[in-house]
């Protein structure tokens, strides 16, 4: 969403909080995972080689509990992302950086998951509590992903 809006010219601001600072931490966010668990419309279009129509079918949530199927389908979203030209992530996030993002780190989730600045993304501009973030969005208009 932030790419896009940068894309038509729109300021962006990006509030990076719990789990989504893994993306901004440099030690982890080349080694994100992707599991079934609490993704409800997860679909697998390589099933549709074993039985066309199964490429549209929900896989259930249970099937994450499975050994090995968190790196199953880890390999196929990537696998997927790389076939659509999508940059990983540390591009991406060099990608927003050059296209002038505005990048945060939420300074509650920082403090407790004990992270260093030198391991954040150098787009990310500072460590800022949610009430700054708020304040730097006023009168914006704000999208949650």
Not at 97 to 106: D, E, F, I, L, V
């Amino acid at each position: 969403m932030g790419n896009a809006a940068l894309g038509e010219g729109v300021e962006v601001h990006i509030f990076f909080t719990f789990w989504g600072l893994d993306i901004v931490n440099t030690r982890t966010n080349d080694k994100l995972k992707f599991t079934l668990s609490g993704n409800t419309a997860m679909h697998m279009p390589d099933l549709g080689r074993i039985k066309p129509g199964l490429e549209h079918v929900s896989m259930p949530q249970a099937l994450g509990n499975l050994p090995g199927m968190t790196g199953y389908a880890t390999r196929m979203m990537n696998k997927q992302m790389e076939e659509q030209e999508i940059p990983t992530v540390p591009e991406f996030l060099d990608l927003l950086q050059a296209s002038g993002a505005h990048m945060y780190a939420c300074r509650l989730t920082y403090d407790m998951m004990k992270l260093l600045e030198a391991d954040l993304h150098p787009g990310v501009e500072g460590v800022i509590s949610a009430g700054d973030f708020i304040d730097i969005a006023e009168g914006a208009q704000v999208v949650f992903v």
